[in-house]
Structures are given as C-alpha cells and as structure tokens.
C-alpha cells in the first residue's frame, strides 16, 4: 500500500499540528522530540490536552515522539514515559492515560504510517507467537532478578528466555520476507532502519536494493546508505578515520599525529568489565613493543569525564588516554560494542579491528608484526 506520494523529496517545510489528551497529565509539560531523538520543543498541558505547532516537512515521513517529563523523573526504565509516531499528516491525533506503570491506552490517529507500521508489526507470525509467552517471561524474569535467585527461578527465566530469543530470531525473518511486498512502504522502510542499521554492509545493500526508487531518497533510507559509506571508509586496508579528543592533562590530541607508528586504538569505557579485564594484556604489550613502534591510543566512551578520570587514577594507563563523551568516534568507526580494537600501520591504514587483538591473541598478533 502505498502511503503517500513520495517522489519529489525536496524538503517543504509547512507548519503542522499535533494534539493530545493524556488522562492524568493535569497541567504538566510535554516535550516534543524529532527524528534523532532530540527534544524541539515543550508545552504546557492544559486539562489533560496539549497542542504542538511545528515546522515538519510531510514529504519525507519520520518518526517524531513525546515524552513527558511527569514520568521520566520517576527515574524507572521500567516506566513507559515516552511515545512515537510518523507525522505524515496534519492531523496527527494522540491519546493515551498516564497509569503507575507509565503511558496505557495509547492511540495514534490521522498517521497512515504510524497505522502501517502498527499493522505490520502486529501480524508478523513471531510476534504474534510472542504475544502468548510475553506474560510468562516477565514473570519468571521478576521472579529471579527481584525475587529469589534459586535454581529453578533461573531455569524458569533459561526456558523463557530461550524461547523469545528463538521467536525474535523469527521475527527477523518476517520482518525480511515484508520487504517485497511493502517496498513503497516509508513505515517498512523505517521498519528496516530501526532493526538492522548495524548489520554487514553486503547485507544492507542487499536489502535496500529492494525498496522501490521512489524510497531512495527518504530519510532511513539515506541514513543507511551514510552508515554504509562510513563502514567502508572504516573496515580494514582502509584509511583510518581522524579524529581529535581532549586527554587526561586536558589538550586536545589528533590520530594523524601518530603517524609513522604502528596504533593500537582500544575503545572503552570505565563501566565495561572485558574493557577492564583487556587492562593488563594492552599494559603489557606497551611495555614489551613501546620502544619498536607501537603507540597504543585508549578512548574512552564514558559519558561523564569524572568516571573517565576515576578509571584512569584506578587503572594507571602508561600510553595515551582519550576521551570521547559526544562518540564521535562511534560514528566515524561505527562499532556498537565495547571493547572495540583497531589496529592502525604507520601509513595509517586499518590492518586488523578486534581479531587477534585481545587477550593472549594480541601478544602473538604483534610479535608477529614486529618480528
């Protein structure tokens, strides 16, 4: 089904309104977020209703959501304090009850791709098969971790746990299997997004090229074709990427200054146990290969520069110690998980990411370098 008319993208910013009534909400702010998750604007309930008016552009559909700050301050990630929707329209109608557990009822009206995106997810085969082990698994779930951690409160959460995994498994594959026949789709299109932007970059091209040219140039498909140029332009025997972080005496430090040796970059950060547990390994080999050419380059991903800085005094890193709290270098090197090891040559090539690079293989990798 075809949403809308999606083939001229260029951008046609038109002021669009969007309203709701939250049971409960009283006279409490709401806050408005673009597609990037970013707050743009915040009103005032009034009765429980509010009224955004907002610069959006209709031609390309993205997800936009509210979050309320009532909730969010209860400072529970079990608590439901937030919600997403496509405005596609001008007429973009929410309603919904604030209740213990946070958000209740939500509806979404005047958004053919909320609705299509709703549909979609609400008919694939796994979750439907989902749906029925949903109850038991949080059950066993709070059994263990705020119950009794026994035996068989943990082979009730093995047996469920195992299952849902199973299912989502399962879930992909629906979700894949959608593409053909909802390759004009903006809603399958963010589907798709949301749900495999970190996959290999064979994979995504493959994928993508099986959305209709009329999706091409829309926004989650763009933002995957830049995720692709970025794993390339990161992935081995290319150029490693540059970037320049703030260290531990506070002056900022670029990767191209070190050119000309060999730079073993270990992404980290101070709450990452196998981060930590990778300490004495990169201690080691500092000291044994420092004086043939290795310089080893630590960055930390830590939000708050006091953790970094607890870390560091814990820890007593001899080489260079970075740090990264807008994550830069995530996007540049786009890795999703820490640690994340990238092994540069003097000409400042990528020769290895994490293979070979960790525990006792690291020792063997760069004996063999520096032979």
Not at 59 to 67: A, I, L, M, R, S
């Amino acid at each position: 089904m075809l949403l809308m008319s999606l083939g001229s993208c260029t951008s046609t910013l038109k002021e669009q309104t969007i309203t709701g009534t939250i049971k409960g909400l009283g006279t409490n702010p709401i806050v408005l977020l673009n597609e990037e998750n970013v707050p743009i604007d915040t009103v005032e309930a009034i009765n429980d209703t509010f009224v955004f008016k907002h610069q959006i552009d209709l031609n390309d559909p993205k997800f936009h959501g509210v979050t309320f700050p009532l909730l969010s301050e209860k400072g529970s990630r079990m608590i439901k304090d937030r919600t997403y929707f496509f405005v596609d329209s001008d007429a973009i109608q929410l309603t919904a009850t604030i209740a213990e557990g946070g958000l209740e009822d939500i509806v979404v009206t005047g958004s053919p791709a909320t609705t299509k995106y709703d549909d979609l997810n609400a008919n694939f085969p796994a979750n439907i098969e989902i749906k029925k082990y949903e109850q038991s698994y949080m059950e066993a779930f709070n059994k263990y971790n705020y119950g009794v951690q026994n035996d068989e409160n943990r082979k009730q959460l093995s047996y469920y746990s195992s299952i849902i995994d199973s299912l989502m498994g399962m879930k992909r594959q629906n979700m894949l299997d959608a593409i053909s026949i909802n390759d004009k789709s903006v809603a399958m299109a963010a589907m798709f997004y949301f749900n495999f932007r970190n996959e290999p970059v064979e994979f995504l091209e493959k994928h993508l090229a099986q959305f209709s040219p009329e999706l091409q140039n829309t926004y989650y498909l763009k933002q995957l074709y830049t995720k692709i140029a970025l794993k390339k332009s990161s992935s081995v025997g290319s150029m490693a990427p540059d970037f320049e972080l703030m260290n531990a005496n506070g002056e900022m430090v670029k990767l191209s200054s070190f050119k000309g040796r060999y730079v073993l970059i270990d992404f980290w950060a101070s709450w990452c146990g196998p981060c930590i547990r990778e300490v004495p390994h990169l201690k080691k080999v500092y000291e044994k290969f420092k004086d043939h050419g290795l310089e080893i380059i630590s960055v930390s991903i830590d939000d708050k520069e006091n953790a970094w800085r607890k870390a560091l005094d814990k820890h007593q890193l001899p080489y260079v110690k970075l740090w990264d709290d807008t994550k830069v270098t995530q996007d540049l090197y786009q890795f999703t998980g820490i640690p994340y090891v990238v092994l540069v040559n003097p000409e400042g090539d990528i020769l290895q990411i994490n293979k070979g690079l960790r525990g006792d293989d690291l020792e063997t990798t760069l004996e063999a370098l520096f032979r």
